[in-house]
C-alpha cells in the first residue's frame, strides 16, 4: 500500500514537471527502506529558511549545471519558473551572465562557482553572505549547493544519466556558460 502511495506521488511529479522518475522508482520497487531515506533527504534539499527563492534557485541553477546535462536542469528551471523567479534572471544565471542579475543574485551565483571549484577566495564571499543575511541564510545555500548534487548523481550512479537534452525555458533553448566570471568592485 505505502509502495503504491509513493509511486502515486512520483508519477504525479513525472506529470507536473515532465520529468523521467525511473530512477526514483527503481529505488522505491527495489528497496522500500532506501527510498524512505531518500525521501527524508528531500527535507533537506528543500531548507531555504529566510533566504529569497531567487537566490536560492541562483545556488541550485549553477550547481546542477556542474553535475548534469539534461532532465535534472530542466527540472530545476521549470522548479524555478513555478517559484515565479523572472525568466530573464534565469536565463542570466544559467548563461552566467553576472551583469544582467541583481548585486545580490550575482553575489550568490559567483559564491556557488567558488565553493564548486574549491577556490579559497570564497572565504571572501561567505563573509558578504553573511554579513548580508546572517549564518542561517548561509546554512540554506550551503544545503542548496551540497544536495542539488545529489540528484544527477544518485541518477547517473544507478545508470538512469544516459541522455543529454537541450534547457529551455518557455521553449526558447539555453546553452550554458560555465566559464566563471567576477564583477569587479
Same mark, same amino acid.
Not at 36 to 53: D, E, P, R, V
Not at 114 to 133: C, G, N, Q, S, Y
Given at each position: 500500500m =505505502?509502495?503504491? %502511495?509513493?509511486? +502515486?506521488? /512520483? /508519477?504525479?511529479?513525472k506529470n507536473r514537471y515532465n520529468y523521467d522518475v525511473s530512477y526514483m522508482q527503481s529505488i /522505491?520497487?527495489?528497496? =522500500?527502506?532506501? =527510498?524512505? +531515506? =531518500?525521501?527524508?533527504?528531500?527535507?533537506? #534539499?528543500?531548507? +531555504? $529558511?529566510?533566504l529569497a527563492n531567487e537566490l536560492l534557485y541562483a545556488a541550485r541553477i549553477r550547481t546542477i549545471l556542474w553535475d548534469d546535462? $539534461? #532532465?535534472c536542469t530542466q527540472l530545476m528551471v521549470n522548479m524555478a519558473l513555478e517559484a515565479e523567479i523572472p525568466t530573464s534572471t534565469i536565463e542570466a544565471i544559467i548563461i552566467n551572465d553576472l551583469t544582467s542579475l541583481s548585486e545580490e543574485t550575482a553575489l550568490i551565483v559567483q559564491y556557488t562557482e567558488k565553493v564548486l571549484t574549491h577556490d579559497p577566495t570564497a572565504d !571572501?564571499?561567505? !563573509? +558578504? %553572505?553573511?554579513? /548580508?543575511w546572517g549564518n542561517k541564510a548561509l546554512i540554506a545555500i550551503a544545503y542548496a549547493i551540497s544536495s542539488t548534487r545529489v540528484y544527477p548523481t544518485l541518477k547517473y550512479s544507478l545508470g538512469y544519466g544516459k541522455a543529454c537534452q537541450q534547457i529551455k525555458i518557455n521553449s526558447k533553448p539555453l546553452i550554458p556558460n560555465s566559464t566563471l566570471q567576477t564583477i569587479e568592485e
Amino acid at each position: 500500500m =505505502f509502495r503504491y %502511495i509513493c509511486n +502515486k506521488m /512520483l /508519477l504525479a511529479m513525472k506529470n507536473r514537471y515532465n520529468y523521467d522518475v525511473s530512477y526514483m522508482q527503481s529505488i /522505491l520497487h527495489t528497496d =522500500f527502506a532506501a =527510498f524512505i +531515506k =531518500f525521501m527524508c533527504f528531500q527535507t533537506m #534539499s528543500s531548507h +531555504k $529558511g529566510t533566504l529569497a527563492n531567487e537566490l536560492l534557485y541562483a545556488a541550485r541553477i549553477r550547481t546542477i549545471l556542474w553535475d548534469d546535462c $539534461g #532532465s535534472c536542469t530542466q527540472l530545476m528551471v521549470n522548479m524555478a519558473l513555478e517559484a515565479e523567479i523572472p525568466t530573464s534572471t534565469i536565463e542570466a544565471i544559467i548563461i552566467n551572465d553576472l551583469t544582467s542579475l541583481s548585486e545580490e543574485t550575482a553575489l550568490i551565483v559567483q559564491y556557488t562557482e567558488k565553493v564548486l571549484t574549491h577556490d579559497p577566495t570564497a572565504d !571572501e564571499l561567505r !563573509e +558578504k %553572505i553573511i554579513m /548580508l543575511w546572517g549564518n542561517k541564510a548561509l546554512i540554506a545555500i550551503a544545503y542548496a549547493i551540497s544536495s542539488t548534487r545529489v540528484y544527477p548523481t544518485l541518477k547517473y550512479s544507478l545508470g538512469y544519466g544516459k541522455a543529454c537534452q537541450q534547457i529551455k525555458i518557455n521553449s526558447k533553448p539555453l546553452i550554458p556558460n560555465s566559464t566563471l566570471q567576477t564583477i569587479e568592485e
